[in-house]
């Protein structure tokens, strides 16, 4: 999956490279909503920020960025003051411990990665408590890896219908990592899925017809446009590489 993202600027003091390797995945967006027949207007970028301090997250937002993924609550809490001040939307597209729920409300506007009923009735209560609501995406694991988070393709209409339930959440779409292959073909089936589920619920009254579909990163992002994402989430190839392995952030004790 490394294939697409090795001609990134690397990293310079003055942050210049944010803005060149942000120009160059708009470009990558706008050629594969164009080979695809679609408006690249549907397709927005989120900027998947884990590790990425807040002087160059607000770089990012210098040139127009609107909206930001964190995978930590820590992070976010530490980031926040410098990024308070700035008009960028926050999501949070990392595993989430039922035990961070309290915390994580503080600091985002959407939580990408709903994926199992416990987490559902806790955001709920805890919703309930401070009288507001929050806009979420069920994160489907359509690679069928363990190693992923995500409710099982099997069971994503059923999660869907009980959070449809509660009044304190707003469904805002479904949420996936794809498959990871260098090959687009073999990443294919895992967007083609969550389109397909996202079909279904819709049909079944479950989700609006404008729903997003979150998926595609910095190697498959154009697969995923080709298969209907409306949010692309791009970390490496705006801000390089990471010091830790993705693992870090994906695979922490599934039990939690
Ligand atoms: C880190 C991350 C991304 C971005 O991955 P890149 O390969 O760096 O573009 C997207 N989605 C999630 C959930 C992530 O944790």
Known sequence: MNMQVKNISSPTSNGHFVRANLA???????????SAGRNVNEIRLLLATKTVSAELIAEAVASRETLIGENKVQELKQKDSLLSPLAVERHFIGHLQSNKIKDILKYVNCIQSVDRPDLIEKL?????FEGRQMDIFIQVNTSFEESKFGISPDHAI????MANRYETLNIKGLMTIGLFDADPEKVRPSFRLLQQISNNAVDLGLLNDHSALSMGMSGDLETAIEEGATIVRVGTAIFGKRIHPDSYYWNEQKSA
């Open 158 to 161: 059923d999660l869907l219908r």
């Open 124 to 128: 709920d209560s805890r919703l309930q």
């Open 24 to 34: 160059a995945v708009k470009n990558r967006i706008a050629a594969a909503a164009l």
